[in-house]
Protein backbone atom coordinates (compact mmCIF):
# COMPACT_ATOMS: atom_id res chain seq x y z
CA UNK A 1 0.00 0.00 0.00
CA UNK A 2 1.89 3.08 -1.23
CA UNK A 3 2.27 6.63 1.65
CA UNK A 4 -0.90 8.48 -0.20
CA UNK A 5 -2.97 5.48 1.06
CA UNK A 6 -1.78 4.36 4.59
CA UNK A 7 -2.39 7.89 5.36
CA UNK A 8 -5.42 8.08 3.89
CA UNK A 9 -6.90 4.98 5.94
CA UNK A 10 -5.34 6.16 9.01
CA UNK A 11 -3.09 3.46 8.96
CA UNK A 12 0.48 4.34 11.23
CA UNK A 13 3.14 5.59 8.53
CA UNK A 14 7.13 5.02 9.36
CA UNK A 15 9.36 7.01 7.44
CA UNK A 16 13.05 7.36 7.70
CA UNK A 17 15.43 10.50 6.66
CA UNK A 18 18.51 9.73 4.42
CA UNK A 19 20.68 11.93 3.38
CA UNK A 20 22.17 11.94 -0.40
CA UNK A 21 26.20 12.05 -0.42
CA UNK A 22 28.28 15.23 -0.99
CA UNK A 23 29.58 13.09 -4.61
CA UNK A 24 28.38 11.13 -7.01
CA UNK A 25 29.57 7.50 -4.51
CA UNK A 26 25.52 6.49 -4.65
CA UNK A 27 26.78 3.14 -2.85
CA UNK A 28 26.13 3.73 1.38
CA UNK A 29 22.53 5.33 0.26
CA UNK A 30 21.47 2.60 -1.58
CA UNK A 31 22.67 0.25 0.40
CA UNK A 32 20.59 1.85 3.66
CA UNK A 33 17.43 1.87 1.29
CA UNK A 34 17.52 -1.73 0.41
CA UNK A 35 18.42 -2.40 4.03
CA UNK A 36 14.76 -0.78 5.33
CA UNK A 37 12.81 -2.34 2.30
CA UNK A 38 9.82 -3.63 3.41
CA UNK A 39 10.24 -2.02 6.89
CA UNK A 40 9.00 1.16 5.81
CA UNK A 41 6.75 3.26 4.43
CA UNK A 42 8.69 5.73 2.78
CA UNK A 43 12.21 7.19 2.40
CA UNK A 44 12.60 11.15 3.46
CA UNK A 45 15.26 12.50 0.98
CA UNK A 46 16.08 16.33 1.86
CA UNK A 47 17.74 18.55 -0.56
CA UNK A 48 20.64 20.41 0.80
CA UNK A 49 19.83 20.20 4.39
CA UNK A 50 21.40 23.00 6.59
CA UNK A 51 22.45 24.48 3.30
CA UNK A 52 25.50 21.57 2.86
CA UNK A 53 25.66 21.40 -0.94
CA UNK A 54 24.86 17.57 -1.41
CA UNK A 55 23.40 15.75 -4.99
CA UNK A 56 20.00 16.55 -5.34
CA UNK A 57 16.62 15.38 -3.17
CA UNK A 58 15.36 14.49 -7.14
CA UNK A 59 18.40 12.64 -7.88
CA UNK A 60 17.89 10.59 -4.46
CA UNK A 61 14.13 10.02 -4.86
CA UNK A 62 14.80 8.44 -8.09
CA UNK A 63 17.45 5.94 -6.57
CA UNK A 64 15.07 5.35 -3.42
CA UNK A 65 12.17 4.54 -6.36
CA UNK A 66 14.83 2.46 -8.96
CA UNK A 67 15.56 0.18 -4.94
CA UNK A 68 11.46 -0.44 -4.72
CA UNK A 69 10.97 2.22 -1.82
CA UNK A 70 8.60 5.23 -2.19
CA UNK A 71 10.51 8.29 -1.84
CA UNK A 72 9.88 11.62 -0.35
CA UNK A 73 11.70 14.36 -1.32
CA UNK A 74 11.84 18.22 0.70
CA UNK A 75 11.17 21.22 -1.54
CA UNK A 76 12.17 24.25 -0.14
CA UNK A 77 11.85 27.93 -1.28
CA UNK A 78 15.93 29.26 -1.18
CA UNK A 79 17.51 27.82 -3.45
CA UNK A 80 14.87 28.03 -6.77
CA UNK A 81 12.60 30.22 -8.26
CA UNK A 82 9.08 29.07 -9.34
CA UNK A 83 9.97 28.26 -12.74
CA UNK A 84 12.56 26.20 -11.64
CA UNK A 85 10.70 24.16 -8.75
CA UNK A 86 8.11 23.68 -10.79
CA UNK A 87 9.77 22.11 -13.78
CA UNK A 88 11.84 20.34 -11.40
CA UNK A 89 8.82 18.74 -9.54
CA UNK A 90 7.64 17.82 -12.90
CA UNK A 91 10.40 15.90 -13.43
CA UNK A 92 10.42 13.78 -10.07
CA UNK A 93 6.92 13.10 -11.23
CA UNK A 94 7.68 11.84 -14.44
CA UNK A 95 10.49 9.92 -13.01
CA UNK A 96 8.21 8.38 -9.97
CA UNK A 97 8.60 10.77 -7.49
CA UNK A 98 5.37 11.69 -6.17
CA UNK A 99 5.64 12.70 -2.67
CA UNK A 100 6.73 16.21 -1.78
CA UNK A 101 7.35 17.85 1.84
CA UNK A 102 7.55 21.30 2.04
CA UNK A 103 10.04 22.64 4.51
CA UNK A 104 11.52 25.30 6.33
CA UNK A 105 15.00 26.68 4.46
CA UNK A 106 18.07 27.09 6.86
CA UNK A 107 19.82 30.54 6.48
CA UNK A 108 22.85 30.46 4.17
CA UNK A 109 24.83 31.82 6.91
CA UNK A 110 25.17 28.48 8.28
CA UNK A 111 25.76 26.84 5.22
CA UNK A 112 29.29 25.54 3.77
CA UNK A 113 28.31 27.71 0.73
CA UNK A 114 28.06 31.04 2.72
CA UNK A 115 28.63 33.08 -0.74
CA UNK A 116 24.97 32.01 -2.34
CA UNK A 117 22.64 33.74 -3.24
CA UNK A 118 19.06 33.01 -1.40
CA UNK A 119 15.93 33.11 -3.93
CA UNK A 120 13.13 33.24 -1.94
CA UNK A 121 10.76 33.53 -4.78
CA UNK A 122 7.81 31.87 -2.89
CA UNK A 123 7.07 31.46 0.72
CA UNK A 124 6.29 27.81 2.10
CA UNK A 125 2.39 28.67 1.71
CA UNK A 126 3.23 29.50 -1.84
CA UNK A 127 5.13 26.91 -2.77
CA UNK A 128 2.41 24.52 -1.42
CA UNK A 129 -0.20 26.47 -3.53
CA UNK A 130 1.94 26.05 -6.62
CA UNK A 131 1.88 22.15 -5.42
CA UNK A 132 -2.13 22.12 -5.72
CA UNK A 133 -2.55 24.42 -9.02
CA UNK A 134 -0.27 21.78 -10.67
CA UNK A 135 -2.39 19.03 -9.46
CA UNK A 136 -5.11 20.76 -11.15
CA UNK A 137 -3.56 21.02 -14.02
CA UNK A 138 -1.72 24.49 -14.72
CA UNK A 139 1.38 25.93 -13.48
CA UNK A 140 1.57 29.42 -11.97
CA UNK A 141 1.67 31.36 -15.11
CA UNK A 142 -2.16 30.15 -15.67
CA UNK A 143 -0.97 27.90 -18.51
CA UNK A 144 -2.47 24.23 -18.93
CA UNK A 145 -0.27 21.83 -18.42
CA UNK A 146 0.16 18.71 -20.73
CA UNK A 147 -0.61 15.72 -18.81
CA UNK A 148 -1.68 16.13 -14.87
CA UNK A 149 0.22 15.19 -11.98
CA UNK A 150 -0.78 13.79 -8.64
CA UNK A 151 1.18 14.68 -5.74
CA UNK A 152 0.79 14.35 -2.27
CA UNK A 153 2.20 17.14 -0.47
CA UNK A 154 3.27 17.76 3.11
CA UNK A 155 4.66 20.73 5.41
CA UNK A 156 6.99 20.99 8.69
CA UNK A 157 6.32 22.45 11.99
CA UNK A 158 9.77 24.54 12.65
CA UNK A 159 10.97 24.13 16.72
CA UNK A 160 9.75 26.46 18.87
CA UNK A 161 11.26 27.36 22.41
CA UNK A 162 7.80 28.37 23.94
CA UNK A 163 3.80 28.35 24.00
CA UNK A 164 3.86 31.81 21.84
CA UNK A 165 6.58 30.25 19.25
CA UNK A 166 4.08 26.86 19.23
CA UNK A 167 1.40 29.26 17.97
CA UNK A 168 2.42 30.24 15.30
CA UNK A 169 3.51 27.37 13.74
CA UNK A 170 0.38 26.10 14.33
CA UNK A 171 -1.35 28.87 12.48
CA UNK A 172 1.22 28.86 10.24
CA UNK A 173 0.81 25.05 9.50
CA UNK A 174 -2.75 25.65 9.15
CA UNK A 175 -2.32 28.09 6.26
CA UNK A 176 -0.30 25.99 4.69
CA UNK A 177 -3.20 22.63 5.06
CA UNK A 178 -5.49 24.99 3.86
CA UNK A 179 -3.27 25.47 0.93
CA UNK A 180 -3.27 22.01 0.26
CA UNK A 181 -0.61 19.86 2.19
CA UNK A 182 -2.14 16.71 3.20
CA UNK A 183 0.04 15.80 6.51
CA UNK A 184 2.27 17.66 8.73
CA UNK A 185 5.70 16.14 10.00
CA UNK A 186 6.70 17.56 13.64
CA UNK A 187 10.10 18.48 15.28
CA UNK A 188 12.22 15.66 17.38
CA UNK A 189 9.60 14.08 20.29
CA UNK A 190 11.75 13.86 23.17
CA UNK A 191 9.44 13.87 25.99
CA UNK A 192 5.70 12.02 25.47
CA UNK A 193 3.78 14.15 28.35
CA UNK A 194 4.92 17.68 26.35
CA UNK A 195 3.92 16.05 22.41
CA UNK A 196 0.66 14.79 24.08
CA UNK A 197 -0.34 18.09 25.05
CA UNK A 198 0.96 19.53 21.23
CA UNK A 199 -1.17 16.80 19.87
CA UNK A 200 -3.93 18.09 21.81
CA UNK A 201 -4.02 21.62 19.80
CA UNK A 202 -2.92 19.99 16.78
CA UNK A 203 -6.29 18.48 16.76
CA UNK A 204 -7.84 21.93 15.13
CA UNK A 205 -5.66 21.09 12.28
CA UNK A 206 -7.54 17.65 10.84
CA UNK A 207 -4.39 16.34 9.16
CA UNK A 208 -2.13 13.59 10.02
CA UNK A 209 0.80 14.25 12.43
CA UNK A 210 4.04 12.28 12.21
CA UNK A 211 6.51 13.56 14.59
CA UNK A 212 10.20 13.14 14.12
CA UNK A 213 12.28 10.52 16.06
CA UNK A 214 15.72 11.50 16.68
CA UNK A 215 18.53 9.11 17.65
CA UNK A 216 20.57 10.73 20.40
CA UNK A 217 23.71 8.71 19.25
CA UNK A 218 25.67 10.27 21.86
CA UNK A 219 25.67 11.79 25.65
CA UNK A 220 27.18 15.20 24.28
CA UNK A 221 24.45 15.62 21.52
CA UNK A 222 21.75 14.90 24.12
CA UNK A 223 23.41 17.69 26.54
CA UNK A 224 23.49 19.78 23.71
CA UNK A 225 20.77 19.81 22.38
CA UNK A 226 18.86 20.46 26.18
CA UNK A 227 21.03 23.71 26.37
CA UNK A 228 20.71 24.82 22.89
CA UNK A 229 16.92 23.63 22.12
CA UNK A 230 15.13 24.42 25.52
CA UNK A 231 11.80 23.31 23.21
CA UNK A 232 12.72 20.24 22.37
CA UNK A 233 12.19 19.30 26.21
CA UNK A 234 14.93 16.85 26.62
CA UNK A 235 14.50 15.76 30.44
CA UNK A 236 17.38 15.69 33.17
CA UNK A 237 16.13 11.96 33.66
CA UNK A 238 16.94 10.87 29.97
CA UNK A 239 20.20 12.36 30.25
CA UNK A 240 21.24 10.32 33.62
CA UNK A 241 19.81 7.31 31.96
CA UNK A 242 22.16 7.44 28.46
CA UNK A 243 25.20 9.21 31.38
CA UNK A 244 24.40 5.77 33.87
CA UNK A 245 24.45 3.47 30.54
CA UNK A 246 27.29 0.68 30.01
CA UNK A 247 26.52 1.38 26.56
CA UNK A 248 25.65 4.92 25.42
CA UNK A 249 25.37 4.11 21.77
CA UNK A 250 22.69 1.31 22.89
CA UNK A 251 20.77 3.44 25.41
CA UNK A 252 20.12 5.62 22.67
CA UNK A 253 19.14 3.23 20.31
CA UNK A 254 16.69 1.74 22.65
CA UNK A 255 15.14 5.56 23.77
CA UNK A 256 14.25 5.95 19.86
CA UNK A 257 12.66 2.80 19.54
CA UNK A 258 10.83 2.85 22.81
CA UNK A 259 9.79 6.52 21.96
CA UNK A 260 8.20 5.19 18.58
CA UNK A 261 6.60 2.55 20.05
CA UNK A 262 4.32 4.71 22.40
CA UNK A 263 4.04 6.93 19.73
CA UNK A 264 2.25 4.58 18.21
CA UNK A 265 -0.87 5.56 20.13
CA UNK A 266 -0.74 9.11 19.61
CA UNK A 267 0.19 9.79 16.49
CA UNK A 268 -0.19 8.68 12.71
CA UNK A 269 3.54 7.75 11.94
CA UNK A 270 7.04 8.54 12.77
CA UNK A 271 9.59 9.77 11.32
CA UNK A 272 13.13 8.42 12.06
CA UNK A 273 16.35 10.76 11.79
CA UNK A 274 19.66 9.16 12.30
CA UNK A 275 21.80 11.73 10.78
CA UNK A 276 24.60 9.23 9.26
CA UNK A 277 23.76 5.95 11.00
CA UNK A 278 21.30 5.27 8.87
CA UNK A 279 22.77 1.01 9.31
CA UNK A 280 20.87 1.54 13.23
CA UNK A 281 17.41 1.65 11.64
CA UNK A 282 16.79 -1.76 11.67
CA UNK A 283 17.75 -1.76 15.33
CA UNK A 284 15.60 1.03 16.44
CA UNK A 285 12.57 -0.40 14.20
CA UNK A 286 12.94 -4.00 16.49
CA UNK A 287 13.27 -2.66 19.85
CA UNK A 288 9.94 -0.63 18.47
CA UNK A 289 8.28 -3.80 17.46
CA UNK A 290 7.91 -2.60 13.71
Not at 119 to 125: G, K, M
Not at 229 to 251: C, Q, T, W
Amino acid sequence: MSFQKRLSANEFVVLAEMHTPKGVNISRLVNDARRMKGRIDAIVVPDMDNGIMRMSALAGGVLMQQQGVEAIIHVYCRDRNRMALQGDMLAAYVLGVQNLLVTHSEDIEQSDHREAKQVFDLDEVELVQVIATLNQGKDMGGFELDGVPEFTAGCTIAPYSDEKGLAGELEAAAKKIEAGAGYIITPPVFDLDSFAGFMEKAKELNAPVIPTVFLLKSLAIAQYIARSEPGANISEDLIKRIRKSSDRELEGIKIAGETIAALKDLSQGVMLQTLGWEHKLPEILDIAGL
